[in-house]
């Protein structure tokens, strides 16, 4: 007898009612996605999925590249909500309490949105550069923090103290994403401190980093 695959059922098609067609092709694409990878989407098989005809979803998207986008755009959208959220929920805090809170909002939806982070981490399968969308909602967000680390750098004197930001950000940045790809690349059982969870690690790890930020000379806090 063969063994059985430990693969999940392919999702099956749903009967589409008129409405928005683009947001069911978008959704259809994300289950899609889930089970079988980004290699084995395409824009017929979101079509099956949402319940249409082969052909109806190309006057919305043309390419495998348009339907990524418009995924990529949806995700970033309500990356950009979860952040601005956590941000107003410390609006009163130091400026490195804010950033932080940017960071933790970061890790934590890409650890609930493993799927869509996976789109918006793959710039060569979307069209970034003609997006309007994507480029405003990734700039705001690349706004509050360039505006946090200056508030927060606001006090160090001389000529290094911009390049100090600059590589804070950079260094913050690259610890956050870093902690996002871990966790959705499914890294963390090998290197989550033992009896913690994923979340508690992740977070705990940019709490740590952040403490040492804070504690570096002459930084305002």
Do not use: C
Not at 70 to 99: G, M, N, Y
């Amino acid at each position: 007898m063969a063994p059985r695959s430990s693969s999940p059922p392919a999702p099956s098609p749903r009967a589409y009612h008129h409405g928005n067609l683009r947001e069911a092709l978008v959704e259809a694409a994300v289950e899609l996605i889930e089970h079988g990878g980004l290699d084995k989407l395409s824009v017929r098989e979101a079509a099956k999925r949402a319940g249409v005809s082969p052909g109806a979803p190309f006057r919305h998207f043309a390419t495998k590249t348009a339907l990524l986008t418009a995924v990529a755009e949806q995700a970033t959208k309500r990356l950009r909500a979860h952040v601005e959220e956590a941000i107003s929920a410390v609006a009163d805090a130091p400026p490195l309490v804010r950033f932080g809170a940017i960071g933790h909002a970061y890790i934590e939806w890409a650890r609930t949105n493993p799927t869509h982070f996976r789109v918006i981490s793959e710039r060569s399968l979307i069209d970034y550069d003609g997006s309007p969308s994507l480029r405003s909602d990734n700039e705001t967000i690349r706004a509050q923090m360039r505006k946090l680390f200056d508030e927060a750098f606001a006090q160090k004197s001389g000529s290094a103290a911009g390049t100090d930001a600059a590589h804070a950000q950079i260094a913050a940045r690259a610890l956050v994403y870093g902690l996002a790809r871990m966790a959705v690349d499914g890294h963390f059982p090998e290197w989550s401190l033992s009896r913690q969870s994923t979340a508690k690690t992740m977070a705990d790890t940019l709490d740590f980093f952040m403490s040492q930020l804070a504690g570096a000379p002459g930084l305002g806090r």
